[in-house]
């Protein structure tokens, strides 16, 4: 069965610290990777897909197929990066069951 | 466009009653699903479909029901509620497949007295 692994529940960071949110899948072949954030009392919404190679608010994620990872990265933190994140890889194929990651909490402080 | 739309936006039920979570989506897209979001759980698949007329189980169906009548509509069913239920309850939708960005709603948020 896919799984997909973010080790961690909660990051907390100052302002201007470096954040990596690690995402791990264990399922092989070239699967569409995505990264959803929820900020507080908002609703889900899609932060960056691994196949258009943007930069959405300063975070980048790198496909690391050796080691089946998806981290979310950003140089800076900022306050309003505080939020819940979610890694998303859905393997491609006829599986038609979404797969989230359990998601970690990233808490910026000032 | 409205995008992915929920109600209601918050209910509280009594153990044993049933309710309908509706959901609704005004931008044709064939893919739907429910999710229950639950504190140190993440995000799981209650039921999808992938086009009007078809259904099927996520990971945790188990006293839900779906169905998809219309393309628009995907309504979410709780036969006999149990505290068990209580959570916060996500629709999403994309235009095809999973491999897609998904639109998520604004939440129900149920709490099972």
Known sequence: ????????????????????????????????????????????????????????????????????????????AQEEDSAMYYCAPQRTGANSKLTFGKGITLSVRP | NAGVTQTPKFQVLKTGQSMTLQC???????????????????????????????????????????????????????LSAAPSQTSVYFCASSPRTIQETQYFGPGTRLLVL
Request: hydrophobic content about 30%; proline content about 5%; aromatic content about 12%.
């Open chain 1, 1 to 76: 069965a896919q799984r997909v692994t973010q080790p961690e529940k909660l990051l907390s960071v100052f302002k201007g610290a470096p954040v990596e949110l690690k995402c791990n899948y264990s399922y092989s072949g070239s699967p569409e990777l995505f990264w959803y954030v929820q900020y507080s009392r908002q609703r889900l919404q899609l932060l960056l897909r691994h196949i258009s190679r943007e930069s959405i608010k300063g975070f980048t994620a790198d496909l690391n197929k050796g080691e089946t990872s998806f981290h979310l990265k950003k140089p800076f």
């Open chain 2, 24 to 78: 609704a989506q005004d931008m044709n897209h064939e893919y739907m699903s429910w999710y229950r979001q639950d504190p140190g759980m993440g995000l799981r698949l209650i039921h999808y479909s992938v086009g009007a007329g078809i259904t099927d189980q996520g990971e945790v169906p188990n006293g839900y029901n779906v169905s998809r009548s219309t393309t628009e509509d995907f309504p979410l069913r709780l």
